[in-house]
């Protein structure tokens, strides 16, 4: 059980849902990929691009743009932040049921192990 519980501990290291992993991020796009934002966590605009050609629309049609890009990215990292949260916990409850039984293995050895112990007692009690 033991050894189950270290693999289980070995694949969720492995399983892409570190503790630490990279940084989230999220991207988003708008008027067909002429303008394009990434936000990070804390829900922090990273990086903002905007083609020229947006601008011939005027500054009220560009920054109706920029706002549809930059939600569409806070969206993605919403996204993406919930998946791994999910994920996260799936590993979670895998874990606690692998311990769950470890425990319950672990109190049945030493009910066995008390259990030797009072016959060995008991034999000792007959002889004297």
Known sequence: MISQA???LAAVRSSGVPAEGPPLQ???QAAHGHVRATVV???RLASLSVDPRVMRGGSEAMC???VTAVNAAV???RAQAAERASDAAASSEEI???LLGL????VRQMERFT???NDVVARFERRS
């Open 6 to 8: 270290l693999r289980t």
């Open 96 to 98: 606690s049921a692998t």
């Open 75 to 77: 969206d993605d990292l």
């Open 26 to 28: 999220g991207e988003g």
């Open 103 to 106: 425990q319950q293995e672990s």
């Open 115 to 117: 259990q030797s112990l």
């Open 64 to 66: 109706a743009e920029i």
């Open 41 to 43: 966590a804390g829900g």
